[in-house]
């Protein structure tokens, strides 16, 4: 028998998904007291779901394709086009096996390493300025973070502005707008950028290290034997260097965690690895970055006794499992421990998608972004003493992605020595 997904007639314009923001998915979930439901979002036929069963099946190839369900405004910001996020089946798995050979632990440590000598010398800067913005400073950081680890020469002049453009990309994602076009500018200003650095890597003009991302993009081969296009090679790089320098959001979002649960900071002041890993889990799980994910039915099935019909998409809400009370005991409250015994699976936890990260689309920089951020969080909590102003952090859940006005104001910051 044939059950029927619910369906409602919300118009799920642009418009209304950035009006409501995060909260889009899980407020009419909680409306129709159901985890998936028909409607129309940007003008087409859609299906919208939540929990661990939806996301197992959400990652299984068989039945979705990711490379037409990518809006063209994220292709033309966030991700570029031909990079590995538009890819589906053998394509995707070769290409996403090229950058999980980067996930190595001496690699993994070696950028761990890296960011810890960017933030000290960061700090012996931030001592002779009156005001800090973390967040700014932090794209600076991660980008230095990012260029060093790749391989990518960065000159400090120029610091400031890539900074500003790769954290421009992510912004766009929920913008309209000047958001978006600045976005739309600042992809192909990286772009040229990063092509350039191809053409002097592939010409020996520039001899990145062995092992390094610039030297594995450069050198990848298609499944026919074929090197990456320049072009193709240039996003791929990019899709090293901007998720990276993104993680300045998480690092505004730990130090607004520290703020207001002050005995985080004592804890991961003692560089304790466990707890600041739990720590670092947590603010990936209660701060909100990706509001929810798309996908495209390749084929008629039924899942549960429910059809899916080919062509139509599909939205998985990120934020909605976040906040979960059947996954997460007290899922509003910051709570590191709960990662202490945590026991769960690739479909449960999600910030930055899900399944297996060799074969799906699992974020292949996870790794990295946990690594670097639990650095970060024990340098801000351990390495340096700073006053915090009344400032407005609050967070409006109604931008993606979520930004305090403040941006989070430090002063009279001082290296330990």
């Excluded at 600041?276 to 990936?284: D, Y």
Aim: proline share 5%; aromatic share 10%.
């Amino acid at each position: 028998m044939t059950r029927v997904i619910p369906e409602t007639e919300m118009s799920g314009s642009t418009t209304d998904i950035l009006r409501e923001g995060y909260r889009y998915i899980p407020d009419h979930m909680e409306e129709l007291g159901t985890d998936i439901y028909r409607t129309r979002i940007l003008g087409q036929k859609s299906i919208v779901m939540t929990g661990p069963e939806a996301v197992e099946l959400f990652y299984n190839e068989r039945y979705f394709e990711r490379s037409t369900a990518i809006p063209p405004r994220v292709r033309s910001t966030l991700f570029g086009t031909g990079g590995v996020q538009v890819l589906d089946d053998r394509q995707h798995r070769h290409r996403k096996a090229m950058f999980m050979s980067l996930m190595t632990m001496p690699r993994l440590q070696l950028i761990a390493e890296i960011a810890a000598e960017q933030w000290e010398n960061a700090a012996r800067k931030w001592e002779k300025e009156k005001t800090v913005v973390l967040f700014d400073e932090a794209q600076k950081v991660m980008l230095r973070t990012a260029c060093r680890w790749a391989g990518v020469p960065l000159q400090e002049k120029d610091t400031a502005k890539r900074a500003k453009q790769l954290t421009e990309l992510v912004d766009a994602l929920g913008g309209v707008g000047p958001r978006y076009w600045k976005g739309v500018l600042a992809r192909h200003s990286v772009d040229e950028w990063m092509a350039e650095v191809i053409k002097q890597e592939r010409s020996g003009k520039l001899r990145a290290p062995e092992g390094s991302p610039l030297r594995v993009i450069s050198r990848h081969q298609e499944l026919d034997g074929s090197p990456l296009s320049t072009h193709t090679a240039a996003v791929e790089l990019v899709n090293i260097i901007r998720p990276i320098t993104a993680i300045s959001w998480y690092v505004m979002f730990g130090a607004m965690a520290m703020l207001a649960n002050p005995e985080t900071r004592g804890r991961l002041a003692t560089g304790e690895e466990t707890y600041a890993h739990m720590f670092t889990q947590e603010v990936r799980r209660f701060y909100p970055f990706g509001p929810f994910l798309g996908a495209r039915v390749r084929r008629n099935f039924r899942w549960k006794d429910m059809r899916f019909r080919k062509g139509e998409l599909v939205f998985l809400d990120i934020f909605g499992m976040n906040r979960d009370g059947r996954l997460w005991e007290e899922p509003d409250r910051f709570i590191p421990e709960r990662f202490r015994n945590w026991t769960g699976t690739p479909f449960d936890f999600i910030p930055q998608g899900g399944g297996d990260h060799y074969l799906g689309h699992r974020c292949a920089g996870e790794w990295v972004t946990i690594e670097v951020m639990r650095e970060s969080m024990q340098f801000l909590a351990g390495k340096i003493d700073y006053r915090i102003p009344s400032q407005n952090l609050h967070m409006d859940l109604g931008r993606i992605p979520i930004m305090p006005e403040s941006r989070f104001i430090m002063t009279d910051v001082r290296l330990k020595r």
